[in-house]
Every structure is written in C-alpha cells, then in structure tokens.
C-alpha cells in the first residue's frame, strides 16, 4: 500500500509540475493578445504526437508563431535557441520550489509550547476583548 501512494504521490508531482511548465506558452500568447486555450492545445497536440508517432518525430520542433496566431516549425522558420540558459533556469527554479516547500512543512511541523497570554482568543475568553 505505501508502494502504490508514494508512486501516486509522484505522479501527482510530476502532472503539476507539467501544469506549471504550460503557464510559459499560455502567457506568451496571451501577451500577444491571442487565444491561448486554442494555441497552447494545438502545440500540446503537436508535441505528444512528436513522442508517440515514430513518423511524427519532426513535430517537436513546432512552437508559437504569436505574430500570425498559429502554430509552426521553428526550425524551419529559424528559431533556434541555446537549450543550456533554459534547462539551467528551469533547474534553478525547481530547486528554489522545492526548497520552498521544504520550508513550509518545517514551519507547519512546529507547533508552540504555549499560547500567548495576548492573542485574540485569549482576550475574548477573558472578557477583554
């Protein structure tokens, strides 16, 4: 049973990771003043079947074309980009959320020894407030 948790616990992290990775392409086209639910699907759809179609391999190269509104072949068009700026960003910011989290759950996991003599409640319960 824990197997099958924390192998749901990391699909889980792995599917809203992929959610946040598509707030990039949304905000660009919605920058660009386009519909963004129409684009960032065409490029979804493009991009799976470059993963799962051996004939459709040369679809990864397809972007956002946010000047005509539409989907295309970056390479073709030529837009190439250094991969390595990108990857090491995205790293960063992966680890800057995580350590984030970390930090949450220390300060979620702490819990005070006693209660402050001037908090809110105690006041009302005794008539001060």
Known sequence: KQWYQRRVAITAGIAEFAQAM?????????NAAKD????????R??????????AKRAFKWIGLDLENGKCRDNKDAG???PAM?????????????????????????????????NSYANAVREGRM
């Open 85 to 117: 700026s990108k990857i090491k960003s995205l790293k960063f910011a992966t680890e800057a959320a995580i350590t984030i989290l970390r930090i949450d759950d220390m300060i979620k996991i702490y819990q005070p020894s006693k209660e402050d003599p």
């Open 79 to 81: 837009v190439l980009e």
């Open 22 to 30: 598509l707030v990039i392409p949304k905000t660009l086209v919605v």
């Open 45 to 54: 759809a493009f991009h799976n079947a470059s993963q799962t179609i051996e």
């Open 36 to 43: 963004s639910t129409e684009l960032v699907a065409k490029l």
